[in-house]
Structure formats: C-alpha cells, structure tokens
C-alpha cells in the first residue's frame, strides 16, 4: 500500500507498508539541489508536528529528489539581503527541527545520495541514523560563510566522529565522501548509487515489526542515557524495561514465540 500527501509543495509526502506504517519524506526542490527555503522548513515542522500522534507511524525515511543532492543546506538566494530578524525568525523554525526530529517518537533514518551540505548534512546527523551511496558527500561549510552550523551540527558530528575529527572539519569546512564518513562513525552502511533509499526502507520495514512501544522506549532511553552518567542512564533502561513488563504486547511477544508466528501488536 502506497499513500501520497499533496498538501505540501515543497516536500513529497508517501505513506508505505501495509498499515501506511512508514512515511517517505523526500526534499523535493532538485533544480536548487534541495535547498530549504523558510517555506519548505515550515511545511516539514507542520508535518513532523502532526505525524507525532500518528499511532500507526512506525518510522520516517528523509531523503532527497534527483541524484545530484540529499540537500545543499539553506536557501542562500533567499536569505541574500534577508533582515537580521527574518533571519533569526527563520532559524527559530530550524531550531525547532533539530529538537523535534532528533527526540521525534519513532525512529527517523536518513537515505543520502549526492551531496549533504551545512544544514543538509545537520539534518542527516539529527536522524537516527544514516545510509549513504557511495555518491554521498557530506560537509559543513558555515565558517567558510562567516556564520556557525546552527542546525545541531556541532554537538551532532561531535558525538558522531568525536570531538577532534569534528574540529577539524567544522574550522576547515572540509568535505568527507561517503567511505570516510563510515570509517569514522558518521553513517551506517554505504550502498551503491541510486540504493540508499531502498537501503533505508528495507531497515524501515524491519524496524515495524519489532514492537512500536520496544522501539519507541529504546529510542527515548538510548537518546537520554547518552547524555548522562551510566547510572543515571541505566534507571532511564529499567524504568522502561518495567514499564514494557506490564505491556499487553510483552505478552504477545512472548506467545507468538511459543506458538511460532508472528506477533500482533496493539502498541499497549
């Protein structure tokens, strides 16, 4: 099953999977290379706001049209003589992204082909995680702009490579390719051309059948442990682990063990 969204113009918006369980997000502005103008960053807050309560969502695959780009990073052309407060409005709507799609409920997965750019890039390090083609170049070019990565890049790339790696590219705004960037940590799998998203949407279909309150609880405990001291993370693993104990779908994991098939899950 297969659902398109046109409400939007500058994102395509496709429900798959059988339950529309999974939702294809795709940068659809291929003549500009992806760039997110303020219109396109708004319409991807409206639909992340609202795909939040969406019970049924198990996972959310980003990734860019054409072959060429995932995305540039921000509109230039636009933001070119943009006012000081235009500016800070629009980066409100960024800041607000970087938060929401990093802690958003289910898990979010970048599927990257061609170039990922400044705040491209800060959107695939705010996922999950990432597949990349072997297209893929990713870099962080604001200090060659006179401005910082204020998409999440510093503290993302920091924790993805390690802090000296990260210097080095964030003072240089040098660009890795794909292979470098999985020998430092910063992906998951490199694919060949034109089958990251296929890549992605295979782990996407994986990632729904485990059970939605496993999935969304490792998620929420993963993020937050990783930030605090191990004690404090591990109570974060076995107030959740409690919880899931009590779940109606513990107990219809564990039958469908015994009676070999496949689980049913009510998400309770």
Known sequence: MSTVTTKYEMLKVEFQGEDNEILVVTLNRPEVMNAMNTQMLEERLSLFREQAYNETLR??????????????????????????????????????????????????????????????????????????????????????????PGGGGLQNLARAIGVRRAKELIYTGRKID?????????????????????????????????????????????????????????????AAYNLLVSSEDRLEGVAAFNEKRKPKWRNQ
């Not at 933001?79 to 958003?104: A, Y």
């Not at 292979?179 to 990632?207: C, D, F, P, Q, S």
Request: aromatic share 6%; hydrophobic share 45%.
């Open 178 to 238: 794909a292979a470098l960037a999985y020998e430092w940590g910063m992906v998951n799998r490199v694919v060949a051309k034109g089958t990251a998203l296929e890549t992605a949407l295979e782990i996407a279909e994986k990632i729904a059948e485990s059970a939605p309150m496993a999935v969304r609880t490792a998620k929420t405990s993963i993020n937050n442990g990783s930030e605090t001291d191990y004690h404090t993370a591990y109570a974060l693993d076995i």
């Open 59 to 148: 996972c959310i695959v980003i990734t860019g049209a054409g072959e060429k780009a995932f995305s540039a990073g921000g509109d230039l052309k636009e933001r070119n003589g943009m006012s000081d407060g235009t500016w800070r409005k629009q980066h409100q709507v960024i800041e607000e992204l970087v938060l929401l799609t990093r802690d958003f409920p289910v898990p979010v997965i970048a599927a990257v082909e061609g170039y990922a750019l400044a705040g491209g890039c800060e959107l695939a390090l705010s996922t999950d995680f990432i597949i990349a083609s072997e297209t893929a170049v990713f870099g962080l070019s604001e200090t060659l702009r006179g401005i910082l």
